[in-house]
């Protein structure tokens, strides 16, 4: 009878941690990723990546974030200017033939360890560096609009960043500081409980 206990009790720890983890997927139509970047020290260019997919999960018994992963398609790049799109698709900059897509990747961060922080990888151009993004849960809350038939539990996110496209090989224009090397990027998404 004690082993029955014990086993039941095992279960059901295990079922309630299971519960406490919860999956979401960012809600594309829902996601802005927006980049600055100075422009020959007149004025900063503004553009954004127009397609993204990504997910996660969330253990909010221990306000941690596991398995995220934003996959940007880089091609969607646009700054309201046809030909510096195109100038930004080649190889000077993005080089999206050879490299179709970035991505920001963490395995697992406790948000409490740096609040307002969480640190993952980030790959442009083939390469992985190690960054930190400013990150705030806006709201974890059942959504007022209707999707389908339900009205699902969904969480809002604003984060920001800086690095330097120097340090994922991208040069063009720094010699002449026609375009400028810091790359502020602005995020704010709503991502869907799954």
Do not use: C, W
């Amino acid at each position: 009878m004690l082993r029955l206990t014990t086993f039941l009790i095992l279960i059901f720890t295990s079922l309630q941690l299971l519960a406490d983890e919860d999956k979401y997927i960012i809600d594309d139509s829902h996601f802005s990723l927006g980049f600055l970047v100075e422009h020959a020290g007149y004025s900063k260019t503004l553009g954004l990546f127009k397609h993204i997919e990504g997910d996660f999960i969330y253990d909010e018994s221990s306000n941690s974030v596991k398995n995220l992963s934003i996959t940007v398609n880089t091609d969607s790049v646009f700054t309201n200017h046809d030909k510096r799109d195109s100038h930004l698709r080649s190889p000077d900059f993005l080089n999206t033939d050879q490299y179709p897509t970035m991505t920001f990747e963490v395995k697992e961060y406790a948000l409490n360890d740096t609040p307002g922080q969480i640190m993952g990888n980030l790959t442009l151009l083939g390469i992985t560096k190690p960054i930190n993004l400013d990150f705030n849960i806006n709201k974890i809350a059942q959504y007022p609009f209707r999707i389908g038939l339900s009205k699902p539990m969904v969480m809002g996110v604003s984060a920001s960043t800086s690095f330097k496209r120097s340090d994922y090989g991208m040069s063009y224009g720094l010699e002449k500081e026609l375009v400028g090397d810091e790359i502020e990027l602005i995020i704010e998404f709503e991502a869907r409980r799954q």
